[in-house]
């Protein structure tokens, strides 16, 4: 059973960060690539980040790069999203997500966190 944990969702001011983070099994993270996606109201659900599960080879959306960053920690099984100069456009609910087979095919995924970005 494949478990995903986020946190460190919430409301933030334009321009202001946040760091998201995703809790998983030690094996889980050697098994899978893990990556996150966001889904906003109204909206197509769209692959922000990826990192894979042996080389740790990252790889960023057009629309987040340079503003966000996935890393793993492997010695406390977790993952995080650190999210920079965030925008209105950011907002949506945020999932982590661990596939077996590449990044954006995903098989598990957490239960969410929302992000808000608004004055």
């Known amino acids: 059973q494949v478990q995903l944990v986020e946190s460190g969702g919430g409301l933030v001011q334009p321009g202001g960060s946040l760091r998201l983070s995703c809790a998983a099994s030690a094996s889980t993270l050697r098994t899978y690539h893990i990556g996150w996606f966001r889904q906003a109201p109204g909206k197509e659900r769209e692959g922000v980040a990826c990192?894979?599960?042996?080389?740790?080879?990252?790889t960023h959306a057009a629309s987040v790069k340079g503003r966000f960053t996935i890393s793993k920690d492997n010695a406390n099984n977790m993952v995080y999203l650190q999210m920079n100069n965030l925008q209105p456009e950011d907002t949506a609910v945020y999932y982590c997500a661990a596939g077996s087979k590449r990044c954006g095919d995903y098989d598990y995924w957490g239960q969410g966190t929302q992000v808000t970005v608004s004055a």
């Open positions: 990192i894979t599960k042996i080389y740790g080879i990252t």
